[in-house]
Nanobody, 128 residues
Framework: QLQLVESGGGLVQPGGSLRLSCTTT????????IGWFRQAPGKEREGVSC????????DYSDSVKGRFTISRDNAKNTVYLQMNSLKPEDTAVYYC?????????????????????WGQGTQVTGSS
């Protein structure tokens, strides 16, 4: 069972920053590509960013490109999502996810149905 745990969410003013973390229990994260997704109330889950198992490939949605940065520290078994210049529309529950198909992957995707293992999410709320 691939279990993921997100942390780092919170309340932030527009223009502020947060860093989300995704770690695991029971398996070594550095062999897997990881995706970050978000879901706002009443909206579908949206792919935000992803990183390959080696970290050599990353991708971002147009809505966050230039503001968010994904990275991984395999020594700490953690993937990060640095979120800068936050906007009210970034308010959502943020999830990290992986799948056995992304084991030792050289790429990753932003489509939620490609991922079968999900964390429980962390709330990010933009407040003015």
């Amino acid at each position: 069972q691939l279990q993921l745990v997100e942390s780092g969410g919170g309340l932030v003013q527009p223009g502020g920053s947060l860093r989300l973390s995704c770690t695991t229990t029971g398996f070594t994260l550095d062999y897997y590509g990881i995706g970050w997704f978000r879901q706002a109330p009443g909206k579908e889950r949206e792919g935000v960013s992803c990183i390959s198992s080696s970290g050599g490939f990353t991708d971002y949605s147009d809505s966050v490109k230039g503001r968010f940065t994904i990275s991984r520290d395999n020594a700490k078994n953690t993937v990060y999502l640095q979120m800068n210049s936050l906007k009210p529309e970034d308010t959502a529950v943020y999830y990290c996810a992986t799948d056995r198909s992304y084991f030792r992957s050289r790429a990753c995707g932003l489509v939620s149905y490609e991922y079968n293992y999900w964390g429980q999410g962390t709330q990010v709320t933009g407040s003015s």
